[in-house]
C-alpha cells in the first residue's frame, strides 16, 4: 500500500466532509473507500448503543445484519477489538467465534476460517463505536496493513463526527423552525386561557387539571368549534411536560399518502419529492405533546401503524428499516363518535381503546349559559384592538339574541360573528365613531332556534323533536343546514362561514346527515 494509493482512496472521504449527505449515503460511501484501500470480503461499521453494537452501514454482509443488535459480551471479538487502542488482527486459528460467521453474502456454509481485522473508533476521546473487515481468504490481510487500518479509522472517526454534528445541526435547526412555528402561533393566540365561568366549563378544568398531572392518553371529543385544541394545550400546561414543545397535526387535512411520512417522517428518497431526511411529528414532539387533531379521520392502516408506536415508543421513518426511540405524550381529538365507527367496522378497537384512556368531553356552547357573552367580551376586545377603536361593545338587544341562539358552531362561530359583525357595523359608519355599539340587527342572528329553520305548518315542531335524541339533533341539523344553503343559494363556502364551520368540515357533516 504506498501512500499515494493511500491518499487517492481517502480524498473523496475528505471531500465528503463538507458536504451534506444523508447518514446512510455517507457510510455506505465510507465502507465502499474502506474496501477499496484493504480490500476484503466483508465490512461493518457499527456504533456502541450501552451494552450493544448496532450495525449502521454493512458492506459484503447479508442485509438482516442491519436488524441485528449485537450484545457486546456474548461477543469476545467485539469485546477484544473494543478493549485496545488501535487495530486488531485476530489470527486465523483464533478460537473466539466471529459474529459475521454465517452471514458474508452470498455465502450459505458456516465460515470456520477466515481472516479479520478491526478497529475502535473515537469521538472526542470517547470509544464510539468499531470499523470490522473481513475476508475468506485466512491470508488476505497483511500485518502491514494495521497501519493503514489505523489511518482509515482517523479519517473514519472524522467522517462520523462529521455527520454526528450535522445531524444535530439539522435537527437543531428543525427544533428552532419548530419552536419559531409554536411562538409565531402563540403571539396569535395571546391569553387563550378558558374563559367562562359556567359549571359546564369548571368541571372540564378540573378535569384537565386532574388528568394533566399524569402521562395518560387523553381523547378530546365535542362538537365542531367547541375548542378542543384549546383544551390540548391546557392539558399539556398542566403536565410536567409544559418546558417541551406540543406539536399539533390536523389529521383531515393531509391525504393518507402524506399522514405517515408527517407522523414518522422520512429519509431520502422514500417516495418522488423526498429530496432528504426529514423527521415526522413524533420525532418533534420528543419529550413534549403530539395532539392530533381530527383523528377520527386516519385510515384503518395508519391506526395500525400509530397502534404499534403507541404500544412500544418505536417508530420508522419511511424508506428506512432504523428504528427510533420516542418518548410522547398523546393527545386526540375528533368530532366524531369514535365507539359507533368501531361498531360499525370504520375504527380499529384496539386503536380506540388505545386512544380513550382518558375520555374528555368539551361542552357545547349552547350549555354554558352565560359563558357567551364573556367570550363575546374576549372577541370583542381583540377586534376593538384591532380596528383601533376606543370601545367595541354589545347593547341589550345583541346580548339576548347571543343569549338565545343554539350555536351549532359553538366557540369557533361566536368568534367569526363577532368579528364579521364588528367589521359590517362600522362599515356602516359615515363617521369613524369612537365607540362602536352593536345591535342584534348588526349580529343577523335568528331570535332563536325556531326562526332558524323553515317555517312548518303547526304540530310539526312536536314531530321534529320526537324520538330519540340523537335522531333529533339530526334533523334539527339537517334543517339547519337546509335553511343557511338557502339564503346563501347553496353557495356551501358562505353558508359553512355563517354556521361557523369549515368547508371540508360541513361537507363531511352533510353526508353524514344524507344531505350529499
Not at 465510507?30 to 458492506?59: F, S, T
Request: net charge negative.
Amino acid at each position: 500500500m504506498t501512500a499515494k494509493s493511500l491518499l487517492t482512496t481517502l480524498l473523496p472521504l475528505v471531500s465528503d466532509l463538507s458536504r451534506e449527505l444523508p447518514e446512510g449515503e455517507r457510510y455506505r460511501r465510507l465502507l465502499e473507500a474502506m474496501r477499496a484501500l484493504l480490500p476484503c470480503d466483508a465490512a461493518a461499521l457499527l456504533r456502541i448503543d450501552g451494552e450493544w453494537l448496532v450495525p449502521l452501514a454493512v458492506d459484503g454482509l447479508s442485509t438482516d445484519t442491519l436488524g441485528r443488535r449485537f450484545k457486546i459480551s456474548e461477543h469476545p471479538r467485539f469485546e477484544a477489538l473494543l478493549s485496545s487502542p488501535g487495530p486488531t488482527r485476530f489470527a486465523a486459528d483464533s478460537e473466539l467465534p466471529d459474529p459475521y460467521d454465517g452471514l458474508v453474502d452470498g455465502l450459505h456454509e458456516h465460515l470456520e476460517v477466515h481472516d479479520c481485522m478491526g478497529c475502535p473508533l473515537f469521538i472526542d476521546e470517547h470509544p464510539w463505536g468499531l470499523l470490522t473487515l473481513d475476508a475468506l481468504d485466512p491470508q488476505r490481510f497483511e500485518p502491514i496493513e494495521l497501519d493503514a487500518l489505523q489511518a482509515f479509522a482517523s479519517l473514519a472517526a472524522a467522517t462520523v463526527n462529521a455527520a454526528e454534528r450535522i445531524e444535530r445541526l439539522a435537527n437543531r435547526a428543525e427544533d428552532e423552525h419548530q419552536r419559531a412555528e409554536v411562538y409565531r402561533q402563540a403571539s396569535g393566540q395571546q391569553n387563550r386561557e378558558m374563559i367562562g365561568q359556567s359549571k359546564a366549563l369548571k368541571r372540564l378544568v378540573e378535569e384537565i387539571n386532574l388528568v394533566g398531572g399524569s402521562d395518560l392518553t387523553v381523547l378530546i371529543t365535542g362538537e365542531t368549534g367547541v375548542g378542543k385544541e384549546l383544551v390540548a394545550q391546557a392539558i399539556h400546561a398542566a403536565s410536567p411536560r409544559a418546558d417541551k414543545p406540543i406539536i399539533s397535526l390536523n389529521c383531515a387535512a393531509l391525504p393518507d399518502t402524506l399522514v405517515e411520512s408527517e407522523l414518522f417522517g422520512h429519509v431520502r428518497g422514500a417516495f418522488t419529492g423526498a429530496t432528504s431526511d426529514r423527521r415526522g411529528k413524533f420525532e418533534l414532539a420528543n419529550g413534549g405533546t403530539l395532539f392530533l387533531d381530527e383523528v377520527g379521520e386516519l385510515s384503518l392502516t395508519v391506526q395500525a401503524k400509530l397502534l404499534r408506536v403507541l404500544q412500544s415508543g418505536q417508530l420508522q421513518r419511511l424508506g428506512s428499516d432504523k428504528e427510533h426511540q420516542v418518548n410522547v405524550r398523546l393527545i386526540a381529538a375528533t368530532n366524531r363518535d369514535l365507539a359507533e365507527e368501531v361498531r360499525s367496522g370504520r375504527y380499529r378497537a384496539d386503536f380506540y381503546h388505545r386512544l380513550s384512556v382518558y375520555p374528555l368531553l368539551v361542552p357545547a356552547l349552547r350549555d354554558r349559559g352565560r359563558d357567551v357573552l364573556l367570550l363575546s367580551g374576549f372577541f370583542l376586545e381583540q377586534n376593538r384592538s384591532r380596528m383601533g377603536l376606543n370601545s367595541l361593545r354589545l347593547n341589550s338587544d345583541a346580548q339576548e339574541a347571543l343569549l338565545a341562539y343554539t350555536w351549532p358552531g359553538n366557540v369557533r362561530e361566536l368568534e367569526h360573528l363577532i368579528g364579521r359583525s364588528a367589521l359590517k357595523a362600522l362599515g356602516n359608519c359615515k363617521v369613524r365613531p369612537k365607540i362602536l355599539s352593536l345591535s342584534a340587527a348588526d349580529l343577523d342572528l335568528p331570535n332563536g332556534s325556531v326562526q332558524a329553520v323553515p317555517e312548518q305548518p303547526a304540530g310539526a315542531a312536536v314531530a321534529t323533536v320526537s324520538g330519540d335524541l340523537r335522531e333529533a339533533t339530526e334533523n334539527y341539523q339537517r334543517q339547519l343546514i337546509s335553511a343557511c344553503l338557502e339564503r346563501h343559494h347553496d353557495n356551501w363556502a358562505s353558508a359553512a362561514r355563517e354556521l361557523g364551520l369549515d368547508r371540508a368540515n360541513l361537507g363531511r357533516m352533510a353526508k353524514r346527515l344524507g344531505m350529499k
